[in-house]
């Protein structure tokens, strides 16, 4: 281990350039205008899995954009790991709240990060973080200890539902054949508080559509006597939580499984400061379901939020129009034993029911995912935990966390097999938002901490 440590070391200057150059690429899933892009990336991450001593490298082509498959098979009696990652990023607008160039990076220190972070859009989520796997690996290979099977996939449409790998995993069920599967994609609570996420949410993702008159009218020619569509769906919007902040969609909790007292009781153990919280946020007041924390009200308890909503003028100055549509991305976080198609299902019921008859309505789903929890009695669990430890200087948490990874659930089902989510980012590092950021610290953590899990995942597997 000490000259896997002493290769990482070496080449620590290398490792953080070759993150710029996959950084600089802006392979923006959601949006066709990146396609090529998106491509590109997909051939650099394989290019770069090769020249860590991968074999069978492949860019498997699907009906949506590629997953890279690649692997070093040293023996069959040994535990095989598959590696998970994307190397899909999130569009990074509003561009005029970045600091610098999204597809530019920088480094430079913050609060959090004092020794310096990577600014840009993917490298918290998740180029970061799967790169600290392939050049973990690289540095095992090289040294010549790498102690188990490792296969990578890395994915390119995560950030878009990952429709595709489902259909990838069900026709390649042999070539993917692991024992457990290694996921770098979620957050520790802090640089000195590590933590193993043990659960992620589902989602049900939809746009709704309301259509008032055929046309867009004059406000005053018309108004008050016209349904105002985006008045509607404003107030359709706003009943479907009550004053308790309880969603009031029928039936949306029959299949939320609660959590035990003793659980919760362990769960807000955890270091969490409400006011450095509010104060990271800018907010007086942290807002949510009544009779849950803010860490219960992020991880064990679903939710239903706006992600976008639009209509009428929204141009320079005033347009007094009543306009003929509105609309909404809507989007709601599941928890187990919910499913998602159900909650699509009956939420698009409850919005046709609540529209009054001055409107018409249409829903449309997007993609969803399952939510799922994984198990700390397990071998995996606990080689992941003891690596952490052994460079942090400290037992990692179990934490639920309030994203979703829809893959996780599926490799359950297809596959399976149980993930470890053990990631290296912060919260506080802009996934999704302008200004993403990953701290060098975290990159340099992850990269040490990898050849940890792989020596006692294998030594505790026999
Ligand atoms: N890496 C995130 C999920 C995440 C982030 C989990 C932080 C836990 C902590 C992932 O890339 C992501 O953003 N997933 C999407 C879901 C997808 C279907 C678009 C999400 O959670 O919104
Ligand atoms: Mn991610
Ligand atoms: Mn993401």
């Known amino acids: 281990m000490q000259k896997v440590q002493a290769y990482i070391n070496k080449n620590k200057q290398r490792f953080l350039d070759e993150l710029i150059e996959i950084l600089k690429i802006p392979s923006i899933s959601a949006d066709p205008d990146y396609k090529d892009d998106v491509f590109k990336t997909a051939d650099y991450t394989a290019e770069k899995l090769k020249a860590a001593g991968a074999e069978n490298v492949e860019i498997c082509q699907t009906a949506g954009y590629p997953i890279v498959y690649g692997d070093k098979l040293i023996d069959p009696a040994l535990p095989t790991v598959l590696v998970y990652g994307h ?3 999130q569009p990074p607008d509003p561009l005029e709240l970045w600091t610098t160039g999204p597809f530019e990076p920088v480094i430079k220190p913050t609060k959090v990060h004092p020794d310096g972070a990577i600014f840009a ?3 918290a989520d998740d180029k970061g973080q799967f790169y600290m796997h392939v050049k973990a690996f690289e540095a095992m290979i090289a040294e010549d200890a790498l102690p188990c099977n490792v296969k990578f996939m890395i994915e390119g449409e995560e950030e878009v539902g990952s429709d595709n790998l489902g259909v990838f995993c069900q026709a390649n069920k042999e070539k993917l054949a692991c024992d457990m599967v290694m996921i770098s994609d979620t957050s520790i609570i802090a640089n000195d508080c590590p933590s193993i996420s043990v659960g992620l949410r589902g989602l049900s993702y939809l746009e709704v559509e309301v259509t008032g008159p055929n046309r867009d009218l004059h406000s005053g020619v018309y ?3 016209v349904a105002n569509p985006i008045n509607i769906l404003c107030k ?3 009943s479907m939580h009550d004053e308790n902040n309880h969603i ?3 039936e949306f909790y029959d299949d939320v499984a609660e959590v035990t007292k003793a659980e919760r009781k362990a769960m807000n153990e955890a270091p969490f400061d ?4 509010k104060d990271d946020l800018d907010i007086f007041q942290v807002r949510g379901e009544k009779g849950y924390t803010t860490l219960e009200r992020t991880s064990i308890r679903p939710t ?3 992600n976008g909503i639009w209509g009428g003028y929204i141009g320079e100055g005033a347009k007094t129009v009543l306009p003929s549509k509105a609309f909404a991305k809507i989007s709601m ?3 187990p034993n919910q499913s998602s198609d159900k909650i699509t299902e009956i939420f698009t019921k409850h919005f046709k029911k609540i529209a009054p008859k001055s409107v018409k309505v249409q829903v449309r789903p997007h993609h969803g995912g399952e939510p799922a929890v994984t198990p700390t009695d397990t071998v995996e669990y606990k080689a992941a935990a003891k690596a952490m430890k052994t460079t942090f200087g400290k037992e990692p948490i179990p934490q639920r966390g309030g994203g979703s990874i829809p893959i996780v659930a599926l490799f359950e089902e297809v596959l399976g097999v149980k993930s470890v989510l053990m990631g290296f980012g912060l919260d506080s590092d802009g996934l999704h938002s302008p200004n993403e950021h990953y701290g060098l610290f975290n990159y340099y953590k992850g990269i040490e901490t990898i050849p940890y899990f792989f020596q006692y995942y294998a030594e505790m597997k026999q």
């Open 248 to 250: 009031t969609i029928p």
């Open 274 to 277: 409400i006011h450095a919280y």
């Open 304 to 306: 239903l939020d706006v």
């Open 333 to 335: 976080r599941l928890v």
């Open 87 to 89: 190397y899909d990023v």
């Open 236 to 238: 359709m919007i706003a």
């Open 223 to 225: 108004g008050g006597a």
């Open 121 to 123: 859009r993917g490298s």
